[in-house]
């Protein structure tokens, strides 16, 4: 049922106030007279000091969920301590990529059905690695073959091109990363941020949905392009890679997402003053690295659209090209934030250019074929 919306796609988008609120609803305790705050991931509990032991932790995940867990891989760095690697499921089986019993693995799967997932969670399984599932679809392959996991519980996901779905991924995971890092009394004073930001963020994002007409604007002005870049670095790495996808996949564009910090080393010679340039540039640590990226850019007469901060257009363009002004959060919890105009964007550029939303050209919602 599409309610008031035209298409799944438009709908999951517009929910994602609530399906961010059910993801977190019972996991985040703001407690009592001493205002702690805590994680509770039931399905976690009590695996957690065997996976705080573990010699590293690998993410392993297709498409949109593989993005999901690159922009979760820095904050579970930072709070776990433990090195995080990231894995396309095919890609480690083309390899077959030595894994250990000391390893955790977290597969990561809107359906929990991926063939490729699948196959790489048997192949974890047979070298005794701790399997650990992220998925939306309770009873799903995923669920029940690995040893313990979380679901995200954003509700039934329709539109082949997933986006309720990634942003509850991105906060199960920081859930994840917050659950594994509460032994250390270093870091509570960053844990508690991060959970005043979690419980404060649908409400971000009912702010940032509010961009609706205004990427409406923007998709009609890029509506004949052959191509759009997406540059990001840090947290927003992911979001430039997802950004793109959902140009790719609905829209039917090419779209490439790319790692700001690899810019100079080749993309530089495609900018000229015609391509359309998405620049991810919110306020984080990177955030003077990616204004030096603009500068560039601009001194090549690139065509920038950039994301920033409320408040920093100006400083970030001096005026000039188009801005997409965003609420911001939290360092980490940014990459929910800023793919809900790119998830705008890319759902407008598709109904304007006359293609099938919810169901792209050669795509299917859940790939059950290797
Ligand atoms: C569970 C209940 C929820 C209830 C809550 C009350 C289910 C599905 N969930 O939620 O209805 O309100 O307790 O405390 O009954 N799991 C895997 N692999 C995965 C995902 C999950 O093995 O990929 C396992 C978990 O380890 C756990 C179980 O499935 O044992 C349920 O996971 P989850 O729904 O995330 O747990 P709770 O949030 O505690
Ligand atoms: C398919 C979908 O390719 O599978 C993508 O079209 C999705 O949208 C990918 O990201 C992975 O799906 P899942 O269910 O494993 O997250």
């Keep these: 049922n599409k309610g008031k919306?035209?298409?799944?796609?438009q709908k999951e988008i517009h929910e994602q106030p609530e399906s961010l609120t059910t993801t977190m609803r019972g996991r985040l305790i703001r407690g009592g007279s001493s205002k702690r705050k805590s994680v509770l991931l039931g399905g976690l509990k009590d695996h957690l000091k065997t996976i705080r032991r573990s010699r590293r932790i690998v993410f392993?995940?297709?498409g949109t969920s593989y993005n999901a867990a690159l922009a979760a891989r820095p904050i579970l760095e930072e709070l776990s301590g433990i090195p995080v690697m990231m894995e396309i499921a095919s890609d480690l089986l083309d390899r077959q990529a030595p894994i250990y019993r000391d390893d955790t693995i977290i597969f990561v799967s809107q359906s929990g059905e991926t063939a490729d997932t699948l196959n790489a969670l048997e192949y974890a399984l047979e070298n005794g690695a701790l399997c650990v599932g992220i998925t939306n679809t309770v009873g799903s392959a995923i669920a029940r073959n690995t040893h313990c996991g979380v679901h995200l519980n954003a509700g039934s996901e329709i539109g082949v091109a997933s986006t309720k779905a990634y942003t509850s991924q991105i906060v199960v995971m920081a859930m994840v990363a917050l659950?594994?890092?509460a032994d250390t009394i270093s870091s509570k004073p960053r844990r508690e941020a991060i959970i005043e930001s979690l419980l404060n963020l649908p409400g971000k994002v009912r702010e940032v949905l509010k961009l609706d007409q205004e990427m409406k604007d923007l998709a009609k002005s890029l509506i004949s392009e052959q191509s759009l870049l997406m540059f990001g670095r840090g947290y927003n790495y992911a979001t430039a890679l997802e950004g793109a996808l959902k140009v790719k996949e609905v829209a039917l564009m090419h779209s490439e997402g790319i790692l700001a910090g690899e810019m100079k080393h080749g993309p530089l010679a495609l900018v000229d003053e015609n391509l359309p340039i998405v620049v991810i540039a919110t306020r984080d640590q990177c955030f003077s690295k990616q204004q030096s990226v603009i500068q560039q850019l601009k001194a090549r007469k690139g065509r920038l659209i950039v994301m920033c901060t409320e408040g920093d257009a100006a400083a970030v363009c001096g005026g000039s090209g188009r801005v997409i002004e965003v609420p911001l959060v939290v360092d980490c919890l940014q990459?929910?934030?800023?793919?809900v105009p790119l998830q705008l964007l890319a759902y407008h550029l598709t109904v304007?250019?006359?293609?099938?939303?919810?169901?792209?050209?050669?795509?299917?919602?859940?790939?059950?074929?290797?």
């Design 5 to 9: 919306y035209e298409h799944y796609m």
């Design 60 to 62: 392993i995940g297709c």
């Design 179 to 181: 659950a594994i890092g």
């Design 335 to 339: 990459p929910v934030v800023n793919i």
């Design 352 to 370: 304007l250019r006359g293609y099938n939303v919810d169901q792209p050209r050669n795509l299917a919602k859940s790939v059950t074929t290797e």
